[in-house]
């Protein structure tokens, strides 16, 4: 960020830059212009990419970046949070479920509580077999 006055943007503006070919984040209050970065992202494009637009901050520290990352970042300031500024809330849709879902979710492992003592039978009876042949 350049040593001028401080540039403060609002949620509107910052919403609309969520492309690959213009992207914004925010990091700790903080508005990075993150566009030149994408493809430079030890973690590929997609981590970043798919945060276009929205607060980074909790993804960030629960990956645990390094100090290098931390100060790399700073790099990328264009501007501040407006603080009276409102997050949008995201409203998540709902997911169709397919029958492959539905299945999965009632899908249980059916087991034979007798399974052990039949295979525990049957290699006694092998080795009894295996014993009168061999005799």
């Not at 929205?54 to 300031?77: D, L, M, P």
């Not at 997911?95 to 007798?114: G, I």
Request: hydrophobic share 35%; aromatic share 12%.
């Amino acid at each position: 960020m350049s040593d001028g006055a401080t540039k403060f943007y609002t949620w509107e503006e910052i919403r609309k830059h969520n492309s690959d070919k213009d992207c914004w984040v925010v990091l700790y209050d903080n508005v990075l212009d993150v566009t030149k970065f994408l493809n430079h992202h030890p973690g590929g494009l997609d981590p970043i990419n798919d945060l276009g637009g929205y607060n980074i901050t909790n993804s960030f520290e629960s990956i645990g970046h390094s100090e290098y990352a931390v100060n790399k970042s700073k790099e990328y300031i264009i501007g501040k949070l407006d603080p009276t500024s409102q997050e949008p809330k995201v409203v998540r849709k709902p997911v169709a479920q397919n029958q492959s879902v539905q299945d999965f979710k009632t899908f249980t492992v059916k087991t034979d509580p007798l399974a052990g003592i039949k295979k525990a039978i049957i290699a006694i009876f092998v080795i009894l077999l295996a014993a009168y042949f061999y005799s």
